[in-house]
Structure formats: structure tokens, C-alpha cells
């Protein structure tokens, strides 16, 4: 086993920066997004759009067969769901997978996101939706890659579903559907932007997850999906609980009165530039703290050049496929049970140490 | 004898539910926006439209009347209203014998046809007629009104070839097929310019034609469009006095004789393998280009506004064809040539010349500050309506600012400027407006609720009283079909065309003197009688 950590993980990649060279952070309530961006020759735009693939389960449950009808090889989106309107059973990834150009990969440890229905995906089924499992299912996916049991996730999907009050069946579908809208809405607050290869996502100010894609073009294809129905799921949560919003902006003008002969348009612009610098520190330093982290690399598969590897720390778990020591896709989220500020706090002495001079007389 | 009977203590219902009503009648729209689908989007109007109704039953027929309500806005309106007889329901604004007695309803809905006729289009009012249908309505005042619009219509003949179809549809559900059967009999006794009729056939012409006929059409020109539209007549049944149903069957057999024949219908004639062209002209896809290329080119029948929007299609097409820019209407259609292509010197003139015309008269005020959100949510969600929002926001800003004397404009693009730096760049060295417009569909790009901050602490630092609209081209079906807004300080406006803003300032107004605002409608409707 070897290890890396997230600077290796994300090279050649770097914050989308405005054009003071800050972070821009998009934010709704309290959760932010970073895009991560990079140049054109990192740009790997050979895979096929990873929502074109059709699948079977005609193995038997929980053995997905993912088709890749395109002239290109494609790599699945990490944890995607297939759900159909036909009564058969909607199935799921628990992992991303390289499928190999008009071509068929079979995955055996996927499973079923529908307990109570029975039936198999048929290769044409012309009502299948391609999207993502939620955030909050990631990290148990993660945790049975390899494991050959449809039922791993049905738990988790149970308890995740009376959680944001979809009910208590254990389907995915249900969360989708009792969500749709409020989705909607939540996607339109974020922008796309240009050139953009990958997110950041926090929490709390904490970072929650990162995702890095092949190129600009599969990012702009999983956009949605990956905005509104993976991390749609953390402003649904945070609305059930009655998260109040931050007045940042407010905050700051209170802290900090508008001096004797300052125009208001300075002084506002003042506050504006301290709310969005002050957004922008925090998220900087997080970023910061998440490069202490190592992660530990363990082969998942090896074939047609592609490597899978699911890597793991303490706070965080995640996945990288890979061809000859280039990263195409790294996926990672943070445990649920992993309370970040103890990575900070692990990160300063960590700083405190290297900054150390050596023992001399 | 008081027109208006709306009591003080019923005023305040009366205007939340017209302040409302308008911000919905002037924004709504059925189609797809970047956040809700079509299904939501009617629901969420036609359930407003019913909120009106219960408050009172004159509100809707109001709204729907003003310059600047939605063609869908307004369809669902009338349906409403033919779905029962003009007597039902409370009337709690207009005195009832002005409303009955004096013919308020009628002259009402009659201006409210034409307001979605002239304003909106006839494929709005068929489509209307398609809904009653749909809603299986069919009373005495519904069809009067349908066959007394068609019967007169100054372009039926063109009309009768274009929506042929879609006529025949309602004339059936109207009529009912023995009628139709019928009248279509009485149409074969047409000798030349003569028409022999027994008793009979003389009360049916009269009970179902010339009873609705109050202009130059007369009964025998009715039959002979009927016979048309009903698939029942020849080549021969029409002289040069019916140019375009000569030219109609003339293209039966060469399609490329009948210029001012729409071009839909001679595509739609030649792909029936039936059409002796079928063959030579197409059969194989190489033909079909060909011949739709020469259909284009040759096509006399194609408005400026139809041509901008076919732009993209002509360039795949490889179709030469020049546009008269100067003549396009449709700010949508320009704008949307623009985005897809390129913005060329004309159309950005055409675009300046439109404005102008549109610009609002009377305007409220003289120097106005804007601010436009270029966003990426603002480019809309489905293919038929990308780009709507914005052109409409930018649009509407252009607009603006010819209606006003003064005016600043400043635009909020990308992801890394937002509306909150936006605002404090307008104010910069404490300019004064007479009013600030914010053109956005509400979502930030920067954390919800900054922009709302911003001005929150302006207001508080100048005791500034400035008013500030924010004009949003989406209509949110989450909010009901009300605008999404970014702070509470901010009144909020839907719009789907610039026309529609002064009505809705009105309605802001109109919180001051709704009972002024009601009294001048209803003088407005006896001054019509």
C-alpha cells in the first residue's frame, strides 16, 4: 500500500481565482463551492459523456453491466444511480468505472437502491435516468466497494430518506422525487463557470468533498447532475434542520462603523471586500489543512492501462482511477463521523513542527 | 348610480389581490424556465387566476384587460370566464346592474379577445379555442365570440390555408358534425355568386353565419370557406375573388407556383407521397434540403419577424436570404439571432430603433439607475428557451433607459461579480436616482441574501427612500408565480415584455389609491359602451 495526499491527487490543478488572484467562493446558506480549473494541456477530453451509457442488470442484482456505445472510452460518474420508471429495480455504483470505447464492463459490486421492488434493468429501457447518489450515501458506498451484496446501501438509504422526511422506504427514487423542485432551485444559485474541471465543496466551513474530472467538457456534462442531486441533498438537510443563514455582510458593517467623511459607496465596498476576503481566508485555510491529509492507496482494479484505487484517511474516503500515473478522476468525501476541526488543529501543530528550526548548540 | 361598490373594509382584500394579480398577469408564462418545469409553471397560473376569482369575480377580466398581461395569462382568463355564464359568482368591486344591465362583461371580454389578439397573436386565441375544447365548453357566448372573430377576420382566406387544421377543430366542437354536415350541403347549392336556399337552409345560414357577420365578409363567402377547411372543395369552386386558394391548388400540383402560399403548408403538401413532386422533390434527403432551400427563397408569405427567427435554420440550410432587419419586431427574435451568431451592426440599430418605439410614455421617472444580471441561470433552461431571460432583461433595460431622461446602466456578468458590488457601483459618489431597477431573476451568486444586506445598510446609513424594483424575466412556480427577491426593500416586478413595466409600477402605485386606480378601469369600460 502507498500513500498520497491531496497536492499529489489534484496536480496540475488549481482554485478558480477572480482577477485579484482571490478564490471565488459561491455560496448558499452555509455551504460553499470552490471550481477548480486547469490548463488546456491537462485538459483530457477523450472520455464519452458519462450519462450516454446505458446498463443492464440481467446478471442478477447488484451486478450492473454498464454499455459504452461511444467511439471513446468512458469513465461512469463516481456513484451513480440508474433509475427507471419501469418496474424494475433501480440500481446503483458504488464506485466510477472505465468502461472501454463500444464496449461493456461488468460491476459486480454494484447494488440495488430499491429494496422493496423486483425486475431487471433491459439495456434499451428508454425511461432511464442517469444521476448520482446523494452526498450523504457516498461514503457508505465507498466503504463496500468490492463487496459482492446487492442490499449494502438499502440501511443507509432508510435512515437517509426519514432523515430529509422522504419517508422510510428504502429508495433512492424517493428522495428525488419528494425533492424534485426544491433541487431545481438550488442549482440555479450556482453558476458554471468556464473552463471549470472539478468542485470543492464545504460544509460549516469545512471541506466535505472534492471532485476532479477528466476534462471541462465532462464537468460541464455532470454539472447538474453532480450540483443537484449529489450535493442538492447537504441544502435539503440543512433547510430540515432550520440551518440559520450567516449575515456575513452585517456582521462585518456592525464590527466596523463607517468613519467620519468616508463616502458610503467606499465604505460599503470596504465591508464587501472584508465579507468576501474573510470568505474567501476561511476557505484558503481549509484548503490548506486538507494537504496535511495522507491517504492511503488500495488497488481496487487493474485493466486496458486504467487503474482504480479506493484511498482513505482517517477523515476522508475516496477514489481515483488513473492511467499510467495520471489522476483522470479523483472523488473524495469526508466520514461522517470525522470531526474536521481536529484536522485543523492536527494541521497547526503539523505547520508548528516543520517551522521548527533543528536542535543546534 | 355609483359605479363602484367595493366597501372600505373590503378595499385592502381587493388590492393585495390586484398588486398580486398584476405582478402575475404581466410575468406569467407557460413555458420552461431555467428552475421549473412547464406542468408547474401552468399550475401555478392557473391556481392564481382562481385566487383572483374567489376574492372577486370582476379582478381577472381587469387584470387581463391592461396592455402588458401575458398572452397565457390572458387565455386562461377567458377560459374561466366561458367555463361559466357571465351571471356566476360575487361581484364585490363593480355595481352589479352597471356590470349586467349595462353590459360591463361582454364589452369587458370583447376588449380582453382583442387585447390577446393584437397583442399576443391569433395562435394564442386558436390555442385558446383549443383549451375550450379541451375543457369540452360549448355555450352560446363562446361561440359568438369564436365565430364572430373568424367570420370577420380582414385575412380569412390566408388564415382559413395557415391554420386550416386547427379551424376545423373548433368549428367541429363548436358546431357539432351534424350542423357542420349541413352547412356543408347548403354549400353545394353556391351557383357563381348565387345562393338558392329553402326555408330551411335560410334559418340555418342565419342562425349559424349571418347572425355573426357585422363586416364585408357575407354568408356565401362563409360556405365557400368552410368547404375549404372542411376538405370538401375543388379547384374550380374558386375565382381570382379566392387568389390564395387558386394558388393553394395550384401547389397540389407544383408546389413552386404558390409563393404567398405559407411555407409550412407546401412542405406539408409535397411530403405526402400522394403530391406528384413527391417523387423528384422529396423522397431522399438530399431532395428534401433542395427543395425546402427553394421553398425559403422563393416564400413571399414570411414576416421580418419570422425571418430573424428562421436565421439559423437558413445558414444550415445554406438559404440566402435577406432580412430586412429594420422591419423585425420581435426584440426576442433579434436578440436570439444575436447570441446565437453574432450581434451585427444592424441588429444591434434594430435593437435601438425597437426600444425606442417601445419606450414608455409618461414614465414615472426622469433619472433611473439599472442594473443588469448577465448571469449564467439568467440564459434559461430549455432549448426553446434559452436566452429568453436575458434578451428580455436586456431588452427591458434598453427600454428603460430610453424612457427615462438620465439614466446609469451596469452589468453584473460571470461568476466573479455579483448584484451586492453591482449596487455600491451605482451609487458610487452618492448619485442620486429617482429610482433604481434591478434586472434579475433573484438567484445570487454570492451568498443568498447579500445584495438584501447591502441595501439594508444603505438605506440605513443615507435614510435614502429611493425606490428600487427588481424586474425579473422568470416566473418562479415555487413562488407561486411571484417574483423571487433578493431583499425585502425591493418591490418586486415579473416581466415578460418591457410594456408591461409602467402597468406594474402602477400596481405598486396603486397600493396608495386603490380605489382611484378601480373607478378610472371602470371609465374606461362605460366610455366603450
Known sequence: MTKIDVQELLKGMRPLKDESGNIIVQSINNMQIVCLTTDDEYNIDKFANPLSVSVDTRRGYGHLTVHNEENKPAITLPQAAYLTKQRVQDHAMTKAGYVPSSNARDFDDSCC?????????????????????????????????????????????????????????????????????????????????????????????????????????????????????????????????????????????????????????????????????????????????????EFTKKLDNSKDGYKSEVIESEGY????????????????????????????????????????????? | MEKLIVSNTQLPEIRDALIKGIEISSGAKSSATHYHKREDQIQAVKQAVQNLYTTSKELPLLLAHQKGATGFFIQEVILNELKGTSKGGSLNIVNPAEWHDNNFSNILLNSVIENLDENNGITYLLRLYQNVKKEKINNRRTRRLFFTYLYNHSNLEFVSIKYRNKIKEILTHLYGVKTISSLL?????????????????????????????????????????????????????????????????????????????????????????DHPQYNDHWSAKEQREKTMKKVRESNKTTTANQAMRQTKKNKALNVEREVDVKKVTDFIALYKTGYEDRFTDEINEAIETLAEKRKIDNFYYNKIGVIVDESESMTGHSVESKNTPRAIASFTSKVLEKSATDSKVIKSTGVSTDIASSF???????????????????????????????????????????????????????????????????STIAIAKPESVQLQMTAKLLEQDTKKWLELQVEQIAEQN
Open chain 1, 113 to 293: 437502491v430499491e429494496s422493496s421492488q423486483a425486475g431487471q434493468i433491459s439495456k434499451n429501457d428508454s425511461t432511464l435516468k442517469r444521476t448520482i447518489l446523494p452526498y450523504y450515501l457516498k461514503e457508505t458506498a465507498l466503504s463496500v466497494v468490492g463487496k459482492d451484496d446487492m442490499g449494502k446501501l438499502w440501511n443507509s438509504i432508510g435512515s437517509f430518506n426519514s432523515s430529509i422526511s422522504a419517508g422510510t422506504r428504502q429508495h433512492i427514487a424517493d428522495y428525488y422525487d419528494k425533492h424534485d423542485k426544491k433541487l431545481e432551485q438550488f442549482i440555479a444559485h450556482f453558476e458554471k463557470p468556464k473552463r471549470c474541471i472539478g468542485t470543492i465543496v464545504l460544509v460549516d466551513g469545512e471541506i466535505v468533498a472534492i471532485d476532479k474530472f477528466p476534462s471541462f467538457t465532462y464537468a460541464d456534462q455532470v454539472w447538474d447532475t453532480l450540483i443537484r442531486d449529489c450535493y442538492g441533498s447537504i441544502a435539503i438537510t440543512q433547510e430540515i434542520k432550520n440551518v440559520d443563514k450567516d449575515k456575513k455582510f452585517t456582521q462585518f458593517a456592525d464590527q466596523n462603523k463607517k468613519k467620519t467623511g468616508e463616502s458610503t459607496s467606499d465604505y460599503l465596498r470596504k465591508i464587501l471586500g472584508k465579507t468576501k476576503k474573510s470568505i474567501e481566508g476561511d476557505v484558503r485555510e481549509r484548503i490548506e489543512d486538507i494537504f496535511e491529509v
Open chain 1, 317 to 361: 474516503i475516496g477514489q481515483v482511477i488513473s492511467e499510467s500515473g495520471y489522476n483522470h478522476l479523483v472523488s473524495i468525501v469526508k466520514r461522517s463521523a470525522f470531526d474536521a476541526k481536529r484536522l485543523r488543529k492536527a494541521s497547526e501543530m503539523k505547520k508548528k513542527a516543520r517551522s521548527q528550526d533543528r536542535f543546534s548548540l
Open chain 2, 185 to 273: 350541403k347548403t354549400a353545394d347549392n353556391i351557383n357563381g355568386e348565387t345562393l338558392a336556399l329553402d326555408g330551411e337552409e335560410a334559418k340555418g345560414i342565419q342562425s349559424n353565419i349571418d347572425k355573426y357577420l357585422n363586416g364585408e365578409n357575407n354568408s356565401i363567402k362563409i360556405l365557400k370557406v368552410l368547404k375549404f377547411v372542411f376538405k370538401k372543395a375543388k379547384a374550380e369552386d374558386y375565382g381570382t375573388d379566392f387568389p390564395l386558394y387558386q394558388q393553394y391548388f395550384a401547389a397540389r400540383e407544383d408546389i413552386f407556383s404558390a409563393s404567398n402560399i405559407p411555407e409550412e403548408v407546401l412542405l406539408g403538401l409535397i411530403s405526402s407521397k
Open chain 2, 424 to 490: 455600491i457601483d451605482l451609487i458610487e459618489n452618492d448619485d442620486q436616482y429617482d429610482a433604481i431597477f434591478i434586472l434579475s431573476d433573484g438567484y445570487e451568486n454570492s451568498y443568498d441574501g447579500l445584495t438584501g444586506e447591502v441595501i439594508d445598510k444603505w438605506k440605513e446609513l443615507t435614510g435614502n427612500q429611493t425606490p428600487i424594483y427588481q424586474l425579473s424575466p422568470i416566473t418562479g412556480s415555487e413562488m407561486k408565480a411571484k417574483v423571487r427577491n433578493l431583499s425585502d426593500k425591493v
